[in-house]
């Protein structure tokens, strides 16, 4: 079974300038989520997809902060314009379903690490 | 506001032996919990997942137990080896969103 896929791995960007992560998650997991974890904390969530919904994104930063999911599947995370503060790892995941009575173990892509210099 | 803390952050033991991580919250409200596994660069590996209902979780050398009233989950790590050296990062879900604790990091020496 293929895993949460990410890209790019890594990403060297000045503040101001734009930059975008794609997430594709297992196939046939409706629920996907955007974290942001910065070093030497645990990972925080910024929005929350079921299917091609937003279920929650109530921590996401939404004046430079974007995210959509298009046709439930593959989801884009953008940032414009970076700040220094954005500097962290940028961490996928699905899951089959986000409700307390189903198997809601999330499987996590590798992250893609951002650096706003 | 739900708020996750682990204690200690970083641990360092010789190879061999047991060790116990732990994992507190502040909202007993929880539908259940999940220890993950971060190596560095990688993203998490779900462990253990224990059902609000459940007492404790077993794979292989790791037991999971959960005292939700109390607000608390432990992770037993038998017989360490080097490999097992990680972050470690127990998470609760309330229902509708999932809160991160900040890690322990474990050093297992040969």
């Known amino acids: 079974e293929a895993g949460v896929a990410q890209s790019p791995r890594y990403k060297i960007i000045e503040k101001r300038q734009s930059v975008a992560f794609w997430c594709n998650p297992i196939?046939?997991?409706?629920?996907l989520y955007w974290y942001q974890q910065i070093l030497g904390q645990g990972p925080k969530l910024l929005i929350q997809?079921?299917?091609?919904?937003?279920?929650?994104d109530s921590q996401l930063p939404k004046d430079r902060f974007s995210a959509e999911r298009l046709k439930g599947v593959d989801s884009t995370l953008k940032i414009q314009p970076a700040k220094l503060e954005d500097s962290a790892v940028y961490l996928c995941?699905?899951?089959?379903?986000?409700?307390?009575?189903?198997?809601?173990?999330?499987?996590f892509g590798a992250g893609t690490r951002l650096s706003v210099l | 506001k739900q708020e996750v803390t682990q204690i200690p952050a970083a641990l360092s033991v010789p190879e061999g032996e047991n060790l116990v991580l732990n994992c507190s919250f502040t909202?007993?409200?929880?539908?259940?919990l999940q220890w993950f596994r971060q190596d560095p660069g990688k993203g998490l590996t779900s462990l253990l997942l224990?059902?609000?209902?459940?007492r404790e979780q077993t794979s292989g050398r790791l037991n999971a137990s959960l005292d939700k009233s109390s607000g608390r989950s432990t992770l037993y790590i038998a017989a360490s080896q080097p490999g097992d050296s990680a972050t470690y990062l127990c998470?609760?879900?309330?229902?509708?969103?999932?809160?991160f604790g900040t890690g322990t990091s474990l050093t297992v020496i040969p």
């Open positions: 997809f079921q299917n091609n919904g937003v279920v929650d």
């Open positions: 224990i059902q609000s209902s459940q």
């Open positions: 909202d007993s409200a929880i539908y259940n």
């Open positions: 998470a609760v879900f309330t229902g509708n969103q999932f809160y």
């Open positions: 995941a699905s899951s089959l379903t986000p409700l307390a009575g189903g198997t809601n173990i999330q499987y």
């Open positions: 196939s046939g997991h409706a629920t």
